[in-house]
């Protein structure tokens, strides 16, 4: 009996395995092959990685797309690291009561569903264009500004701040540095797990983020990663072989950062129930 | 008492940007949103219209269509998905089991693939042609291939597959670290009382995880409600309007139809009002059973 549900519950996790891998290993070895051996549901790898990525910067701009994504997360995540971590800060060491109400009327922003402010935000970077168009619609600077803090990671790193300990700042100040001083000096040095783990759910949203960047970005020369890709999927004649290639580079950068870092990816993901 | 007021002035300053920014990129969209939506017009030109948008909503079948499917979307993708994900923790945590950073890393793995490229994926793999049809007709059960993607029910249940696949594991991993706070000696002290592995998972797992399932179903409604990437990425709503969602419909509105901000901020409220009333509704039923 004890024997049967040990099977069975090995079993069980087998199927889910595979269910859960499957996919990312069609899309390795899809990406090896030709689209027609691909419909055809060619299980092996191929030799037409090469061709297939070169079709890929040649017929598609990958490159560009690539570039524009890697510029708005790096951006994106430098932004919200810095501005959140900041309030975080404020929030937990200069308690007061004013800014504990203040605090939790940020939070409710975590509420607000996207897809209903989408069109004031555009209508605001609609004016912003009218007088000063390098941040305005269709710029790579409209595409990351929205982000560069959330009440997520607001609330991230208060959580985080509360255990800093506070003998730290009272030898700061005893040292006679600012109070901005000691943020940068003795805080930003000592949190960099936080950091790390921020840094890397902040960099995956931007990376994925999909609505925003299609409402903002119009012109093909400020296309990002998802925008790309869903145009690729969106033909009637996919070239499968193509695409997945595009689709595996695209999931490349998120799938390094799980594997190297796994510890603080969940520090990341966990960080808004702990506390 | 200077210097407190002075530090306290500080804290300000710390907080300063971020209250900024959040006000100019949440709270004011949420007030113009509302003003929007008692204006209609083209694009920019807009003027009051009192409250039509607002009986608009009453009588459009778009809406109704984006409404029932959302809510089928929620109904079922949730708690199954809740579901899994608490039964693979419950598993996962036994430390006599082999392999579980394996099974773990294995079924959370899903959760780094972006929303767009794993619905295309699942796309392929469900299209006439794709792996799926090969496999059922392979294994027999089908003589032929299931039109998934143009079938407005299996539609629909490719898109609750594809989000079961991404979300499980990611939620999986709330409640394994949750799991592993329960003290152990409560589940030594309930198998000598009798209690047998359902049981225990009925009467101490489920009440101990109990905030934690409240947050994860939180978010994942809060997550379903604004469902987009999926749906645009797998089926573009189709066939017609038969599996569109009410952001596509927000997005549709805006910037695919004849743009009408006004009405598009209209429908907006709506998720507003239900992701406000679901989560009270949440929050009411699982204070109750306390």
Not at chain 1, 48 to 57: A, H, T
Request: aromatic fraction near 14%; hydrophobic fraction near 50%.
């Amino acid at each position: 009996m004890k024997k049967l549900k040990k099977t069975l519950i090995y079993l069980f996790l087998s199927i889910a395995t595979i269910i859960s891998i499957y996919p990312f290993f069609w899309m390795i070895v899809s990406m090896t092959n030709k689209s027609v051996d691909v419909t055809q549901g060619r299980q092996l790898p191929g030799t037409y990685l090469f061709e297939n990525l070169r079709k890929l910067f040649d017929q598609v701009d990958m490159v560009t797309a690539l570039t524009n994504s890697a510029i708005i997360a790096i951006l994106s995540t430098v932004f919200t690291l810095f501005i959140a971590s900041l309030a975080g800060y404020g929030f937990q060491m200069y308690r007061s009561k004013g800014k504990d109400i203040v605090f939790n009327i940020l939070l409710l922003s975590m509420m607000i569903p996207f897809a209903s402010i989408m069109i004031p935000l555009y209508r605001l970077f609609g004016r912003i264009s009218q007088t000063a168009p390098i941040i305005g619609i269709d710029t790579l600077a409209a595409a990351f500004l929205p982000t560069i803090t959330t009440a997520f990671f607001i609330f991230f790193f208060r959580q985080n701040t509360k255990m800093f300990p506070k003998d730290l700042i009272e030898a700061g100040r005893i040292d006679g540095l600012s109070e901005i001083g000691i943020f940068f000096r003795i805080f930003v040095p000592t949190m960099k797990t936080t950091y790390a783990a921020a840094a890397i759910i902040a960099f995956m949203n931007s990376w994925n983020n999909f609505l925003w960047p299609l409402v903002v970005l119009q012109s093909p020369s400020k296309q990002t990663i998802p925008l790309l890709i869903s145009n690729l999927g969106s033909s009637y004649s996919p070239d499968y072989g193509m695409i997945m290639s595009a689709i595996t580079i695209a999931t490349l950068p998120t799938a390094l950062v799980f594997f190297f870092m796994q510890k603080h990816f969940v520090a990341g993901m966990m960080g808004s129930v702990k506390g | 008492m200077k210097q407190l007021t002075n530090k306290n002035n500080i804290g300000w300053l710390f907080v300063l940007i971020s209250v900024v920014a959040i006000t100019l990129f949440y709270f004011y969209p949420m007030f113009d949103a509302f003003l929007l939506s008692f204006q209609s017009g083209m694009g920019a030109n807009l003027e009051y219209v009192g409250l039509n948008n607002w009986s608009r909503l009453l009588n459009d079948p778009t809406l109704r269509q984006a409404l029932i499917n959302t809510m089928t979307y929620l109904i079922i993708q949730v708690p199954l998905m809740i579901v899994l994900a608490l039964f693979f923790s419950v598993i996962l945590n036994d430390p006599d089991l082999k392999f579980r950073g394996f099974f773990r890393t294995a079924i959370f793995l899903p959760a780094v693939t972006s929303l767009v490229a794993y619905s295309v994926i699942f796309k392929y793999m469900f299209s006439i042609d794709g792996i799926v049809n090969q496999l059922l007709l392979n294994l027999n059960f089908i003589s032929e291939p299931i039109a998934f993607i143009s079938d407005p029910f299996w539609a629909k249940v490719v898109i609750i597959l594809a989000i079961t696949w991404r979300w499980t594991g990611y939620n999986m991993i709330f409640y394994l670290s949750a799991l592993q706070n329960i003290d152990r000696s409560i589940y030594e002290a309930a198998r000598i009382d009798g209690a047998n592995s359902f049981q225990q998972f009925i009467q101490i797992t489920i009440p101990m995880l109990k905030p934690i399932i409240l947050f994860t179903t939180i978010t994942s409604t809060i997550g379903t409600l604004q469902l987009f990437d999926e749906v645009v990425n797998i089926t573009s709503g189709g066939p017609g309007i038969q599996t569109i969602s009410i952001s596509q419909y927000i997005y549709d509105l805006s910037f695919k139809y004849t743009p009408n901000f006004g009405y598009a901020a209209t429908v907006s409220y709506v998720i507003v009002i239900l992701v406000v009333i679901l989560s009270i509704i949440q929050f009411k039923v699982a204070g109750e059973k306390e």
